[in-house]
């Protein structure tokens, strides 16, 4: 009893010691940010945007649990960070890489800020940027986000495939109509053909990156393929 009294202790004061590192970093994060808000450089932008990605992840792995929005403040707004609205746990919007991008493009940190224009961090999109995506793995075969960016197109190939699949069975009043303009005149089945081994490209190419990451030899995964009930964009 003593001995679990004991861990129940030390699991609570590294609770609130990853919290404190986190209200802190957060802080520091945002001064630096107002500090060149009236002159902004791209590489402190880019800087910052790694340093908030990390603190996300971080604070996962240290809590093993959603970011606590209790160091939130709302002055945080201006640099990306909010708190769920189905979540209540703090999340980071990658605000900060858009302004980087929208600042130059073409800066030699677009390896980067290129991601900005694919992913789906914000509340209000609800389906990544493929052509940016493909853009990014033609440019950047080996760029800093190159593992988000093969698992977003898996994904979009998937929920494509999903919507593919009910059309084929008449549709119903399913709906998840931001597919809707990838749906060409093809025969549906021919489509869903090649949803499917887009999804199986994309997801292997994942685990290769993923293997080669972190040091694993290759990694056989096996994906079924077909109608799934799992939804990954495009929210109704």
């Known amino acids: 009893m003593r001995i679990m009294y004991v861990v129940l202790i030390m699991v609570s004061l590294n609770k609130s010691f990853a919290e404190d590192s986190l209200a802190l970093s957060l802080q520091r994060v945002y001064q630096s940010y107002t500090t060149i808000s009236s002159k902004k450089d791209i590489s402190h932008l880019v800087s910052l945007d790694q340093e908030l990605r990390h603190l996300m992840d971080r604070s996962w792995e ?60 914000a509340e ?59 749906i060409t005149s093809e025969p549906l089945i021919k489509q869903l053909t090649c949803a499917q081994e887009a999804e199986l490209f994309y997801h292997q190419l994942a685990v290769d990156e993923f293997s080669a990451k972190h040091g694993l030899k290759k990694i056989r995964v096996s994906m079924k393929q077909g109608k799934s009930n799992v939804w990954h964009y495009c929210g109704d």
Request: include cysteine.
């Open 62 to 121: 240290d809590l093993k649990q959603a970011v606590d929005s209790g160091v939130y403040r709302e002055e945080y707004l201006a640099i990306g960070i909010s708190v769920g609205h189905y979540s209540g746990a703090l999340q980071y919007s990658g605000k900060l890489l858009k302004e980087a991008h929208n600042l130059n493009p073409m800066s030699a940190f677009r390896s980067y800020t290129l991601y900005s224009t694919v992913n789906c961090d």
């Open 124 to 182: 209000d999109c609800r389906i990544p940027d493929i052509d940016s995506g493909k853009t990014y793995v033609k440019e950047f075969p080996n760029g800093p986000y190159i593992y988000e960016v093969y698992v977003i197109l898996s994904y979009f190939y998937a929920d494509l495939s999903n919507k593919i699949s009910w059309l084929t069975e008449g549709g119903g009043t399913f709906t998840h109509d931001c597919y809707d303009r990838f």
